[in-house]
């Protein structure tokens, strides 16, 4: 999990990153309170869904709003200096809406608000709070012209708050190569499974057991089951009763998410021995790979990993296969900045985790995708990913 010393250095890096003037911080995006404080609701319980807000004072203070059973559903200890707690359901009366309890909550600190400069995450606050707290909804709507973002005082805090997430900080990393781990145990039980007949329900059930049990812990599990064939060599998404046959190329490109964080790595098998065409395939994406990886470091642009992804690809007449992008970075979201696409604008830095992805879907052969994860450095990588990639 997150530690205290990594949420406190986030928030001082927050700080930084707006005006001088700004006395308080409301943060409204679930996935960036977990960032700052280690607060978060685990989807697996019953507040799933729901949310709690934080106010960040300059002066340090940190302060959770929401109901009572929001917050009693923590999934781990937040760090925090104090709670604002509305009480929304107690065994003996009927609630109301969940969104004015948390509103109610909110409205317990707007006095001390009040005459100070503040910044609220406009995408994510309700516009009943900009009422409550006497905001003026023009000047922080995700409407407001992109011009109006430049003006003196001016904080687009969602995007300040991306901007910060793409540095993994030591106890993000930590997290990620937990994930990494649960992830490789999924990969590593799928070639035990693999054979003609097994559907793909099932191998997402025996996917999911083992990450699961090498995470120790729930976790949410997503991705791509799915085989693929020499009429229908690109498909994706959630598993169905599709038994695999004899020359079918399965992909398992999933993600295994702890504490908000996740993996999201790819291997391709084929079902029986692989034809020449198959390997031929698997040869390129793997070239496709180690020629991205030559170019990892801070201060490369994503444009340029994308060529050297694709240059392998280029060579050998089948770039118009090739129908995605190069790579994604990973973290709380999937994916998120940067994107590795060939007039990408994105330059990557230290600290970010990415993913390299070749594919290639030809028909007539079938579809393959490989992928790993890696943190970049100043002078190169840290490969996160583990699993092993070949066609058996």
Not at 30 to 56: D, K, M
Not at 57 to 65: D, N, P, Q
Not at 225 to 240: H, I, N
Request: glycine share 8%; hydrophobic share 40%; with cysteine.
């Amino acid at each position: 999990m997150l530690t205290e010393a990594g949420c406190r250095a986030r928030r001082a890096q927050l700080w930084k990153s707006v005006p001088s003037a700004v006395e308080w911080l409301l943060i409204a995006d679930p996935r960036h309170v977990l960032y700052l404080t280690n607060f978060w609701i685990h989807p697996n319980t019953f507040s799933s869904g729901e949310r709690c807000w934080l106010l960040l004072e300059r002066e340090g203070k940190a302060t959770l709003l929401g109901d009572n059973f929001s917050l009693r559903s923590r999934a781990a200890d937040p760090f925090i200096d104090d709670e604002v707690m509305v009480q929304w359901y107690d065994h003996q009366h009927s609630v109301i809406n969940r969104d004015h309890a948390l509103l109610k909550a909110a409205e317990q600190i707007a006095d001390r608000l009040y005459g100070r400069n503040g910044v609220v995450e406009a995408e994510w606050l309700a516009v009943g709070a900009f009422e409550l707290l006497g905001l003026d909804h023009e000047q922080h709507s995700v409407k407001r012209e992109a011009k109006d973002l430049h003006k003196p005082g001016a904080v687009d805090l969602g995007t300040t708050l991306r901007a910060l997430r793409r540095q993994k900080h030591p106890d993000e990393v930590a997290v990620l190569k937990e994930c990494m781990r649960a992830g490789e145990a999924g990969m590593k039980r799928l070639r035990e499974i693999v054979r003609p007949g097994i559907s793909e329900f099932e191998i997402f059930c025996e996917v999911q057991k083992a990450a699961t049990e090498a995470a120790g812990r729930p976790a949410t599990i997503y991705g791509d089951f799915r085989a693929a064939s020499a009429l229908q060599p690109k498909v994706g998404g959630l598993p169905t009763n599709h038994k695999l046959e004899n020359g079918e190329m399965f992909t398992l490109d999933y993600s295994v998410v702890l504490e908000g964080y996740r993996s999201d790595f790819t291997n391709c098998l084929t079902v029986g021995k692989p034809n020449a065409e198959q390997q031929r395939l698997f040869d390129l994406v793997s070239a496709a790979q180690r020629n991205g990886e030559t170019v990892l470091k801070a201060g490369t642009r994503a444009s340029a990993v994308f060529n050297a992804v694709n240059q392998p690809i280029l060579e050998a007449g089948l770039a118009d296969k090739f129908a995605h992008h190069a790579g994604h970075g990973i973290g709380l979201a999937h994916p998120e900045a940067p994107i590795l696409v060939p007039q990408g604008d994105d330059v990557l830095v230290a600290g970010d985790v990415v993913t390299l992805e070749p594919g290639l879907y030809v028909e007539g052969i079938g579809g393959i995708r490989i992928e790993h994860n890696y943190l970049i450095t100043e002078t190169g990588y840290e490969r996160l990913s583990q699993h092993e990639i070949s066609l058996t």
